[in-house]
Structure formats: structure tokens, C-alpha cells
């Protein structure tokens, strides 16, 4: 398959209001696709307005606030699309701890909700999971594949794993084409700054550039896998790609996660591949906005729920979806202190 | 670690009136305990008061009825006890699929409520957990160990996976002594006879006293691991004595589960070990009845979430219970046929 897969062709993504889904909202505006955004603007999250300057009011782009908890809306707005990528979630590690409720009301219900309205819908649409590190948690492994037995360290790591789960079962079940993708530690522009719940890497950007000092727990040797967001927006676009050629045929999954079924169900690690250590990374930002960092002890939340190391391993998605991430951490960060520079006051 | 460690100590069993809640309620107050059931009674599960036929009334047992899903009500239950067993429910596999939030509310909802009951209670009971082999779903390698790959099939299996990991995470950030029992198709006395929604075995025992016919969907020829519910008691004793041994140490744990984590966290698989082809054991409850077999193709909604074989490895559980299954097919057979050929109207 080649060409656009989206010209024309109708989208909805939940979350989009929020950094991965406004990103995506552009980018699949950008190949002509008609896009809406369902995004219930919980003030904790990253769903902002200001995501969506040269698309809010345009032709082909409709804004929905709502939530995917709400079966009959969702249902409604599945009605009419080729593509679902679900991307609305609770997205705070330490919050799920705090209120394991209300992430398993998000990350679970409300993914239950958007695959029921997938399941109903007379168009049949491809689905996209946003899915993450932390269901393999603290890696047993390293690099992380696909097949790695997960080990989740929070509640948000076990609910986002449970809601992966849903896809095979709706695409065993159902036969609705799923594909899911685990991101890693992903930053750039349109990440709410206003909070270190989530999103660390935009966090120091934000600290940064306010002047403010950058706090690193422990020694911060521990590995990360950095991805910026145009890399994983692209894996995003292939993503749904592939799920068309898993609708409505009886293909056989990448081995690495279901071998010997024939469902059409796929998942892929986004990441780029590459340990690199905390402490360098925030090293970084301070020094391109002449701030200094900090080293204070972990805080038991945190550290609690720290994961140790982590490295994706991305044979199976180079295999898969012919996607590797190609922008460098420098030009990445570089980027997303352009945007900031502009705009932080919007994200604040 | 030897003797009775439930003499004179208060357990807490959740589910307890059900099938494997009521039999471990009679093997607790048998080993002196004192015992309180919670129980929603709810009609479509096996609650059933004639399971405390001899307990009911007397010393050392209380009853409860009430909902997991109700914190004040389990936190107030758990304050008070040395062991919690986590039992109650949704069990039926069909059931989940047709209504998913129901299945997310019992055993997600349900079980996060418990687990907080747990932390917060200051007597810091052991918990321990009633897992499946759902969890392993369609199993990637055969016997399936407890580090086997999750590849659940319904919405059911995907619950009680999340559920199993709920408990990693309590113990992980709250030191919380957690054992998960992954028990495999299960038979015996006390089980619910009017539905055959869940719990196959006694489901044809049940047509069989009845001079109905039993119905076998398809050959019948995937292999099951199937296990009398004395022995499963026996597991949830030893469990329950593990997590004594967990409790308030750095332990490692079973080296299947979670390799170079010190955290008090077990699985264990509890089954026979033996695959048994499902019609075999089909024809030796209808031969034992004088009723007989019939083939009929499978219902859509069951054959969509068939495993297929299914053989659970007890390696792990031998060496760190010092249990397996002791009970042969045919002596849990006469055992069970026993009981319900003078109980059976009590259970339909």
C-alpha cells in the first residue's frame, strides 16, 4: 500500500485537544483528511484551544467537548469515521496512584466506551491505541520488545496494559482492526507546562525558561528512551496504515505478540531506541536557557513508582511499520524550545 | 514455618458465599479461625446461604451482606482482620463480553476497593487474591508458567489480569503482602447448579442428576487442567501462610514472576498439571448418571473466546507452597456426585 491513506477520509481522536492528539489532528489535516477531536478539557490534562491555531473554525475540522466516558456520544461520533485513534486518557503516574478511581474511569471505562462505539459503527473504522512504557513498567528485560512480560509499576501502567488488552479482545472477538502503539517517553511542542505530573522532558523546558531551577531526584543516572513528538505522530499515521491492511482479512500478527493467532491486532514500541541518561538530558535544557539543576532526594511518591532503565527495542515496528525515529534529541529539544520561547504563556 | 497459623486469627473472605469462598470459610473455621464473610448474593453468581449449613449462627463466623465495590463498608471489614481473601467476582466469561462495565466494575472497581481496605487497615492483613487461568487466555507455550505471556480473550481474563496486577503494584509501593492464586478449571461441592454461564464441570453434573442431556460444543477434544476444590482450598491455606512469610520482609519472590524484584508479591499457578480432553471427562459424568452426550456446534459467543488446550505447570507452586493437586478425577467426581445427589435442589 502506498500513497495518502487519509485523503478524504473521515478521523476522530479522543484527547485531541491534548499534546499527542492536537499533533496528530494537524499532521492528518495536513494529507486532507476530515478530523474530529473529542477532548473533555479536565483542567489536570494537557486539552488546550490553543492546539488547534490555523485549524479552529476551518473547513474539515470539528471540536467536540465531551467525554469518551459518555457511550452514546462516542458511539455517535464513531458513526461516521474510517479512523479512531483513541488517545484520551489519565496520564499521570503519581495521580493514579492517589485517585486509582477516577484513572481506571478514564483509562479503562472510557477505553471500554470507545471500543463499543468502534465495535457499532456501520464504517467499520480502523483503531489506534495510545498505549505506553509503563505497561512493561520496570522492564524485565532490556531493550523492552513487544513480548516482554509486563510488569507495571502504578495503577496508570496497569489500567493503560487492561485497555490494550480490550483492543485484542475486540479484534479477536469483534474483528475490529486494533493496533496499539507504546510510546516512551515522548516531548515537544503543544504539552501542557503548567504541571511535572507527566511529561518531565517539557516540564524543565518549562522550568527553564521561567528562570526557575531544575530539580533532579537521586542521582538521575537512570535511563530514558526520548521521543519527540513529530516522530511519534508519523508512527501514528503508519499506525493506521497498517491497520487497513489488518481490516477484514486474516493476517497474521508480528510474532512478536500473538504468535501462531490470526487476529487483527498489532502492537508496536514507539521509542528511539536509545538509553540515554536522565541527569544528561536535563543538563541539557538548563544549559540552553542558563539554568542550573538541582540534585534533592526522591520523593516517596516517586520514587516508589520509579521504573529504573528503560530502552524500546524497535525491531518489530521497523519490521512492521517501516517507522524508526529519525529526529535527534538536539534537534528535538531545539525545537521545542522554539515553540516555547513563542508561545509558554498559552501552556501555563 | 510450621502449625496452624490461622488459630484464633480473624480472616476476612470476600465472595465467601460463593463456590471457593464458602469451602474456605469451613477449612478456616476447621483451623480455628474466626470468619466473616462479605457477600453481594447477587442472583447470577453462586452466593447461597446453604453454604454455611453448620457455620451459620455459630462462634467464630460472621456474615456480611454487602458489596466490595463499597470502601467504607471493606475498609471496615479489613481493619479488623489478619487475612484478607479476595474472592468476590463477576465469573462468567459470556457475561463479560455482553456487558463489559458490569465485569470492569466487580473485578476492577471491586478489587481496587479491597486492596485500599488492605492498606489502610492497621492490623496490615495479608491479601490474598483468587486469579485464573483467564489471565493466560489462549496460552503462548503450553504447560503455561506463571511468567508465560497474558494473552487473555475476553473482557473477563483482561479484569482479572489488571486485578492480579492491582495487588503487584499495593505491594510494590505499599508493602502489602500479595499472593495471586491462577486457579484452573475448578469442580466441586457448593458451586452454584443453574447456570452453566461459568463452572462447566458442575454445569454437566447438574444436566446429568437431571436426566438432561449434556451438550458438548464441537469435538470436545481441547484439553483442560482440571482441579477439585479441597485441593484449591488447600492452595488458598498455603497462600495465605506465604504471604505470612512475605509480610514486613525483603523477600524475593519466586523467580517466575518478577526476576531481581524485592517486593512481597507472589503468583502461583494452582491446576492439576494434567491436560484432560473435555469430552473424556463429558462422558464420565454422563456414564455416571446414565445420561448421555450430545454434539452440537459451537455457539458463536463461546467459540469466540475458546482458549483451546489449556495445561497449567505447578514447578513454581511446588517449590514455593510445597503444594500440588492431590485429588484424582474420579475420586472429585464421586465426591462432587455425592454431595449434589442429596444437595442439588438447593442449588438450582
Redesign the interface.
Known sequence: MSGNCYEKKHVLITGGAGFLGSNLAHALRAQNATVTVVDNFHPDYGGNEFNFTGLMGSTGFNLEKGNVTNQKLVCELAAEVDFVFHLAAQCSHVDS?SN??LD?DFN??GT?AVL?AVRLSPRKPVYVYAGTRAIIG?P?QLPATE?T???????Y???K??AE??G??YA??YRVPVVSLRITNCFGPRHQMKSGKYGILNWFVSLALQGKPIKVFGTGEQLRDYLFVDDAIEAFLKAGRFGLQLKGQEVTCPKAQ????KNPFAVFNVGSGKGIPFVSIAQKIAEKAGSKLEQVAWPADRE??ETGDFISDGTTTQAGLGWCASTSLDQGLEKTFAFYREHLKKYL
Open positions: 496512584m486509582p478511581l481506571l479503562c471505562r471500554l463499543e520496570a524485565l513480548s512480560l509486563p510488569n507495571p509499576v502504578d495503577i501502567g496497569v489500567n496494559l487492561a488488552h480490550y485484542s479482545v479477536r472477538v500473538l504468535a501462531g493467532t516508589s513508582i
